[in-house]
């Protein structure tokens, strides 16, 4: 996705959106290499130690005033961050065909994983 319900309640917010792509760490550079389609938000790419080192190093170098993290966890709990944090939560609700649940229902079935 380009963003997610971070960007779109920062927009809500009337917030400046400060582009973390020039400030971010090699290893978020690389996710914003592979996918170009990323716009001006922090990519979730897990939470592996390496991973969870550049996220920190990239919101320490972005010269934000705060941080609205959207993911599914505490992201302050995992990581040391030098601003405050703003989480933005969000809950899933399906809307039109096909559902979610029928996709991955498809995708197990095809690779012969489906019960």
């Known amino acids: 996705m380009a963003y997610g319900a971070g960007y779109v309640a920062a927009i809500a917010a009337q917030a400046s959106i400060v582009d973390p792509r020039a400030h971010a760490a090699d290893e978020i550079a690389a996710v914003y290499a592979e ?3 990323i716009g001006p938000v922090l990519p979730a790419v897990g939470y592996h130690p390496s991973q969870l080192r550049a996220l920190r190093e990239t919101i320490r170098a972005t010269p934000a005033d705060v941080v609205v993290a959207a993911t599914p966890c505490d992201l302050a709990a995992l990581i040391d961050i030098d601003k405050p944090v703003v989480r933005a939560r969000y809950e899933f609700a ?12 498809a995708f197990l079935q095809e ?5």
Do not use: F, T
């Open 35 to 37: 996918y170009p389609h």
């Open 94 to 105: 399906e809307w039109g065909e096909p559902e979610l649940a029928s996709l991955i229902d």
């Open 111 to 115: 690779r012969g994983l489906g019960a």
